[in-house]
């Protein structure tokens, strides 16, 4: 089956830093990425899709300044933390769309731990 | 709007116990419903969907029949192995770019 992966699958920052996660797709071309954020014993939340070639469309109450993704290519996606703060600190997990794929399912990476002192 | 409540868990059972892990839903229109599993360590992988009323979802010997008179995609297992234990995800999504989860459930199968 196709495969996501992310790096770092864990990273510690000091808050006010930036941190970049990246979403590839490493079998097959992602047209579409979503980035979710999941909280300890929560659901996977939404907080953007993103089409290549064009700027993410993000959910309600997310800051996309804050949250910066960038889908320059077919196979990578990046989110940005900008400035993290504590409250930033949690469990973010992207998934990709293959336009070949006639069912369009998702395929998840494993996610990425971020935890912010 | 589109809201998935299911069991709580975590879920322990012995080897070959039967398995349910309930799933009900908020949809103002006809969703596609979904189950993901995840295993320690890796992401998560679609185990079945079911896209209409009355449809019936099956793989790997779990099954879930979507009801919509009762809002419900309940997921059951006859008989759960040791390599079932994992997080179990309930979704729904009207279309392909709003995909509603549910909280997860944790399953421990014990030999």
């Known amino acids: 089956g196709a495969v996501v992966s992310q790096h770092p699958s864990w990273v510690i920052c000091k808050s006010g830093t930036s941190v970049k996660i990246e979403c590839r797709s490493l079998d097959f071309q992602a047209t579409t990425m979503f980035w979710y954020r999941q909280f300890p014993k929560q659901s996977l939340m939404l907080m953007a899709t993103?089409?290549?070639?064009?700027?993410?469309?993000?959910e309600q109450g997310v800051e996309k300044d804050k949250f910066l993704i960038n889908h320059a290519s077919l196979t990578l996606s990046t989110l940005t933390v900008t400035s993290a703060h504590p409250e930033d600190s949690s469990f973010y997990i992207c998934?990709?769309?293959?336009?070949?794929?006639?069912?369009?399912?998702?395929?998840f990476g494993p996610g990425t731990r971020l935890l912010v002192l | 709007g589109n809201s998935v409540t299911q069991m709580e868990g975590p879920v322990t059972l012995s080897e070959e116990a039967f398995l349910t892990i309930n799933c009900t839903y908020t949809?103002?229109?006809?969703?596609?419903l979904f189950w993901y599993v995840q295993y320690p360590g890796e992401g998560l992988q679609l185990l079945l969907k079911a896209t209409k009323a009355d449809d019936k979802g099956s793989n790997k010997g779990f099954e879930a029949t979507y009801r919509k008179e009762t809002t419900s995609f309940h997921l059951e297992k006859g008989s759960v192995q040791v390599s079932d234990s994992a997080v179990y995800f309930c979704?729904?999504?009207?279309?392909?770019?709003?995909?509603?989860f549910g909280a997860g459930t944790r399953l421990t199968v014990k030999p």
């Open positions: 979704a729904l999504s009207e279309d392909l770019n709003d995909m509603r």
């Open positions: 949809a103002t229109g006809y969703p596609s």
């Open positions: 993103s089409n290549e070639g064009s700027k993410a469309t993000y």
């Open positions: 998934s990709a769309r293959s336009a070949q794929d006639i069912q369009e399912t998702q395929y």
